[in-house]
């Protein structure tokens, strides 16, 4: 089960809706070995697309020098899709490469029933896809 507070989710959707109709992505971070998300990082789509998100590699580099200076883990890993459902794709699966990270889809499509925006989280371990409930809490 993923838990995280409430303003960590506001953020994430405010950065979701902000960058719609191009997929939003970034990393929420958190003391190494908690599984607490506790420091929003958003990041730049470098991609620029409203079907694909990419993180810069610069960017990423950055991130995880700064993370191992803090020891802290990248706890949860999101994006965004615009179009579709709050579901990895295959390409999602593929880059899903941290193991213990809660990855964090939100869906801006506003069409066929799908509402507002969905907001769901998965597990994605070496390419299978386990979605997980989500816990938003006022404070840890």
Do not use: W
């Amino acid at each position: 089960m993923l838990t995280l507070t409430q303003a960590l989710y506001d953020q994430i959707v405010e950065h979701a809706r902000r960058d719609h109709p191009d997929e939003a992505c970034g990393v929420v971070a958190g003391p190494a070995g908690t599984d607490r998300p506790e420091r929003f990082i958003p990041m730049l789509n470098a991609a620029r697309s409203p079907t694909f998100y990419e993180f810069d590699s610069k960017d990423l580099l950055r991130l995880y020098r700064e993370l191992d200076d803090r020891d802290e883990e990248p706890v949860i890993v999101y994006h965004s899709h615009t179009a579709t459902e709050a579901y990895p794709s295959r390409t999602d699966v593929t880059y899903a490469n941290e193991p213990a990270a809660h990855y964090v889809l939100v869906s801006t499509a506003d069409h066929d029933g799908l509402g507002e925006f969905q907001f769901r989280s998965y597990r994605i371990v070496d390419g299978v896809i386990t979605e997980e409930e989500v816990q938003v809490v006022a404070g840890y």
